[in-house]
């Protein structure tokens, strides 16, 4: 069972903003760097945010990210129907000494 | 361009051993800046880290595992393995490689990705 816990779903039409929360504690998401990641099904995840609201190179600004305390949140603003994947936060836990992956959202475009 | 390939047996027997390689290509797996590591995710279900390796050779294992994973590191070969031991049911999964960055001494983002190879553990 998942450390870090996320909304099983989120919607939204295209053109709305979209986003997703991932909650965790002190001795994860409260100490360390969260990053973000797209998976689309049947394919690798792809990296999306990384310290905590960093783009890599090829990433739409339309995603960004942002932490707060022992909580963390992506958000999809101009939603486009190819943002239709699941999402994963992850970052070290410093308790468990290892690195922990959200429960996944699965995003859904109306 | 850094890309990873894992490579292995599809189909493991119960308490047998699970062994897969990632070859990593278009760049090499000695840098110091990175780790490399291996994540699975069962039919269905979320992402699990298994564990990573420095190329130094420094292991870091998912506690639920520990006992079970060896991950080491070839740098002649600019590959990395993973075995997993005693397997069940409980192990088939899509096994992912992924080379880890670090912030701060701590890892905390994996890419790039291999596409994954998918291993049944079934008599």
């Known amino acids: 069972q998942s450390v870090l816990t996320q909304p099983p779903s989120a919607s939204g039409t295209p053109g709305q903003r979209v986003t997703i929360s991932c909650s965790g504690n002190s001795s994860n998401i409260g100490s360390n760097y969260v990053s973000w990641y797209q998976q689309f099904p049947g394919t690798a995840p792809k990296l999306l945010i990384y310290s905590n609201n960093q783009r890599p190179s090829g990433v739409p600004d339309r995603f960004s990210g942002s932490r707060s305390g022992t909580s963390a949140s992506l958000a999809i603003n101009g939603l486009r129907s190819e943002d239709e994947a699941d999402y994963y936060c992850a970052t070290w836990d410093d308790s468990l000494s290892g690195y922990v992956f959200g429960t996944g959202t699965k995003v859904t475009v109306l | 361009q850094l890309q990873l390939q894992e490579s292995g047996p599809g189909l493991v027997k119960p308490s047998e051993t699970l062994s897969l390689t990632c070859t990593v290509s278009?760049?090499?797996?000695?840098?110091?800046?990175?780790?490399w590591g291996w994540i699975r995710q069962p039919p269905g279900k979320g992402l699990e880290w298994i564990g990573n390796i420095y190329y130094s050779g420094s292991t870091y294992y998912n506690p639920s595992l520990k006992s079970r994973v060896t991950i080491s590191v070839d740098t002649s070969k600019n590959h990395f393995s993973l075995k997993l031991s005693s397997v069940t049911a409980a192990d088939t999964a899509v096994y992912y490689c992924g080379r880890l960055g670090r912030i701060a001494t701590r890892p905390a983002w994996f890419a790039p990705w291999g596409q994954g190879t998918l291993v049944t553990v079934s008599s």
């Open positions: 278009g760049g090499s797996i000695s840098s110091s800046i990175y780790d």
